[in-house]
C-alpha cells in the first residue's frame, strides 16, 4: 500500500505561485502514476494533471495548460505540481493519488483509476 501526504498549499494572491509536494511512502514508487485533482466546495473532485512513473508522460485539463507543471523525482518519492500565473477560480482542495500501472508511460486523467489519495491541501487564490 502506498501512504501520500501533501503539503505546500496556502494563500496567494492572483498572478502569485505555489507549489505542492506530495511524499510518498512504499517500495514501488517508481511503478506508480501519478495525479493531482481538485475539489472546490459543493463541487466534485476533477482532474489537473498526471504523470507517468517514467515521467515521460504529462497530461493536464485545458484549464491549466501553461500554468502548471507536474514533475516527480522517483529517489525522492515525491511528485510535485508547480502553479504559476493562479487564478481565484484554481481555489480548492487539491489531492494527490497514485495508480500502479507496470508500464513507464502510463498515466491517468480518471478520478476512479486512482487506487491511493493524499489528505489533500488547500489553495486559496485571492483577487
Known amino acids: 500500500q502506498v501512504q501520500l501526504v501533501e503539503s505546500g498549499g496556502g494563500l496567494v494572491q492572483a498572478g502569485g505561485s505555489l507549489r505542492l509536494s506530495c511524499a510518498a511512502s512504499?517500495?514501488?514508487?517508481?511503478?506508480?502514476?501519478m495525479g493531482w485533482f481538485r475539489q472546490a466546495p459543493g463541487k466534485e473532485r476533477e482532474f489537473v494533471a498526471t504523470?507517468?512513473?517514467?515521467?515521460?508522460?504529462?497530461y493536464y485539463v485545458d484549464s491549466v495548460k501553461g500554468r502548471f507543471a507536474i514533475s516527480r523525482d522517483n529517489a525522492k518519492n515525491t511528485v510535485y505540481l508547480q502553479m504559476n500565473s493562479l487564478k481565484p477560480e484554481d481555489t480548492a482542495v487539491y489531492y494527490c493519488?497514485?495508480?500502479?500501472?507496470?508500464?513507464?508511460?502510463?498515466?491517468?486523467?480518471?478520478?476512479?483509476?486512482?487506487?491511493?489519495w493524499g489528505q489533500g491541501t488547500q489553495v486559496t487564490v485571492s483577487s
Open positions: 512504499g517500495r514501488t514508487f517508481s511503478r506508480y502514476a
Open positions: 493519488a497514485a495508480v500502479y500501472s507496470g508500464s513507464g508511460l502510463y498515466y491517468s486523467t480518471k478520478r476512479a483509476e486512482y487506487d491511493y
Open positions: 504523470i507517468s512513473w517514467s515521467g515521460g508522460s504529462t
